[in-house]
């Protein structure tokens, strides 16, 4: 099955066209893949991106401008997301030690627990590229690295 057939669509502008509008169409299908896994931990992909990039720096803390810079999704409100992992427990706040104004953020074992569960699946959510060979893998990797590298 390929792109022309999942949005039934059977001519494009030309091959960036359609490899722009296939990327798309994947992201959002991996997204939907995901938010299943993400939904019976009753998080978000974003929330758990915070999570890993908060048991990452372990137990270091870090600010909500530091995790923003190390978010997947740039354009997340990275404060909202963080007020909502606190509310659920899985991170808390810390008085920066450095410059006592400013408030920190760490995992809390709650949100480690819940990140070592969701590691227990990880064979599950790296499953969806699994029909992938590894060397296709790697190519898709590095191409999608080039579309990066050609934007700036």
């Known amino acids: 099955m390929g792109i022309e057939k999942d949005i039934q669509q059977a001519k494009f502008r030309n091959a960036h066209q359609k490899a722009g509008i296939n990327l798309i169409y994947t992201v959002a299908w991996m997204r939907d893949k995901t938010k299943m896994?993400?939904?019976?931990?009753?998080?978000?992909?974003?929330?758990f991106n915070i999570l890993r990039i908060l048991r990452g720096s372990f137990p270091q803390p870090l600010s909500t401008l530091q995790i923003r810079e190390r978010m997947l999704d740039k354009m997340s409100d990275?404060?909202?997301i963080v007020d909502r992992l606190i509310v659920k427990g899985l991170v808390k706040k810390v008085i920066c030690k450095n410059d006592?104004?400013?408030?920190d953020v760490v995992i809390t074992d709650k949100g480690k627990k819940l990140l070592e569960r969701l590691?227990?699946?990880q064979d599950e959510i790296d499953g969806i590229l699994g029909?992938?060979?590894?060397?296709?893998a790697n190519i898709l990797s590095d191409l999608l690295d080039k579309v990066r590298d050609g934007g700036e």
Request: no cysteine; proline share 0%.
């Open 119 to 121: 590691d227990l699946r």
């Open 37 to 47: 896994i993400f939904d019976s931990e009753d998080i978000t992909s974003q929330q």
């Open 78 to 80: 990275t404060s909202r």
């Open 100 to 103: 006592r104004r400013l408030v």
């Open 131 to 136: 029909h992938l060979s590894e060397k296709d």
